[in-house]
C-alpha cells in the first residue's frame, strides 16, 4: 500500500470521528493529515511528510484556537435572543407584590416576572431580559 494510501485513510477516519463527536479541533488535525498526503504525493520522504503533516495540522489548530479565543463569549440560553425568543420582548406590570415579584399576562398565559437585579420595582412596559424557568427577568422600558 502507498504511504500516500495510508495518510488518506487516516484523514477520512479522523473526519469521520470528528463527524461523530463533533470535535472541530479534530478536523483540523483532518487537515494535516491530508498535507502529509499531499506530501507523500509530491515524493517527499516520511519524515518530510511527518513533519509536513505535523506543522499543517498543529498550525491549523493554533490557528483555529486564536479565532475561538478571539470571539466574544455566548451569552447563556436563558438571556440569548438567538436561543429564547422571548428575551427582547415586552410585557405591561400592573403591580408589584411585596415579594418583589409580579403577575403579567403573556402569550396567553399567566407569567410570574421578577426584575433585574439592582432595580427598584416599577409599574409599567417592561422588556424581558432573561428567563429563568418559569419566571421572566425584566427591566423597566
Request: glycine share 12%; hydrophobic share 50%.
Amino acid at each position: 500500500m502507498a504511504e500516500s494510501t495510508i495518510w488518506w485513510l487516516m484523514a477520512g477516519a479522523a473526519i469521520g470521528i470528528e463527524l461523530i463527536t463533533g470535535t472541530f479541533y479534530l478536523l483540523m488535525l483532518a487537515i494535516g493529515l491530508v498535507a502529509g498526503a499531499l506530501a507523500a504525493h509530491a515524493g517527499g520522504s516520511t519524515t518530510t511528510q511527518l513533519v509536513v503533516a505535523a506543522l499543517v495540522g498543529g498550525g491549523a489548530v493554533a490557528g483555529w484556537h486564536l479565532v475561538r479565543s478571539r470571539r466574544p463569549a455566548a451569552a447563556p440560553a436563558s438571556s440569548n435572543a438567538d436561543v429564547n425568543l422571548d428575551v427582547g420582548e415586552t410585557v405591561h406590570v400592573e403591580r408589584w407584590n411585596a415579594d418583589g415579584t409580579a403577575t403579567v399576562k403573556y402569550r396567553g398565559a399567566n407569567w410570574t416576572v421578577v426584575p433585574v437585579e439592582g432595580a427598584v420595582p416599577v409599574s409599567g412596559p417592561h422588556r424581558v431580559r432573561q428567563v429563568l424557568g418559569n419566571r421572566l427577568v425584566v427591566e423597566s422600558i
